[in-house]
């Protein structure tokens, strides 16, 4: 019954690596996001999909790739990690251009991310 | 640029007490205003959200909020603290549709027994 997950919840890996961290909905939400949250617990976000299309692409490395297959799901690769990738990763859905009610955004519980 | 402000990084109350923490936003025009909970390992839960109309709006867990465009404020209260209520809080505010949600830097509150 989750409404927005995250896989997998935990990941430690090496400097250099290249990792996916996996987010579905299962809202009906038309859009779906991907936030940064560092050691301060500041909350930034880094991509945003309407129907599967990018329509918010802040200032992230090209290293990041997000990618969503169908309105549902969207994943984040991560090229060549590094230390300073090390945070929380939020995803989060909601429904753009409805009432407003609809454009409250859901998060999923996280992924802790841990470059060694 | 648009920017949401929370002045207190941490508070510290006691189990029983009142709280308030504070929440200012800068944008000329009326945005939408969220308040979400972080409890420690979690993810982010919305807690309530203002609009448009009535200016208190009223939460889950007891939590309720109010609006006051003269200050530019969005303040979240609860007449009686829990120590379940020990956690990360963040304001946001999302100025239109397609805009992205800002957030604020969070306030943590501890709640001492």
């Known amino acids: 019954d989750t409404a927005v997950s995250q896989t997998p919840k935990y990941l430690v890996t090496q400097m250099g690596n290249d990792k996916s961290i996996k987010c579905e909905q299962n809202l009906g939400h038309d859009t779906m996001y991907w936030y940064k949250q560092d050691s301060k617990k500041f909350l930034k976000i880094m991509f945003s999909y309407n129907n599967k299309e990018l329509i918010i692409n802040e200032t992230v490395p090209n290293r990041f790739s997000p990618k969503s297959p169908d309105k549902a799901h969207l994943n984040l690769h991560i090229n060549s990690l590094e230390l300073g990738d090390s945070a929380v990763y939020f995803c989060?859905?909601?429904?753009?251009?409805?009432?407003?009610?609809?454009?409250?955004?859901?998060f999923g519980p996280g992924t802790r991310l841990l470059v060694l | 640029a648009q920017s949401v402000t929370q002045p207190d990084i941490h508070i510290t109350v006691s189990e029983g007490a009142s709280l308030e923490l504070r929440c200012n936003y800068s944008?000329?025009?009326?945005?939408?205003l969220f308040w979400y909970v972080q409890s420690p390992g979690q993810g982010l839960q919305l807690l309530l959200k203002y609009f448009s109309g009535d200016t208190l709006v009223q939460g889950i867990k007891g939590f309720e909020a109010e609006f006051k465009r003269s200050q530019s404020s969005f303040n979240l209260r609860k007449p009686s603290v829990h120590w379940s209520d020990a956690a990360e809080y963040f304001c946001a505010v999302l100025k239109t549709s397609y805009d992205k949600v800002i957030f604020g830097p969070g306030t943590s509150l501890s709640v001492i027994p």
């Open positions: 989060a859905s909601s429904h753009l251009g409805g009432t407003p009610r609809q454009e409250t955004q859901y």
């Open positions: 944008y000329g025009a009326t945005p939408y």
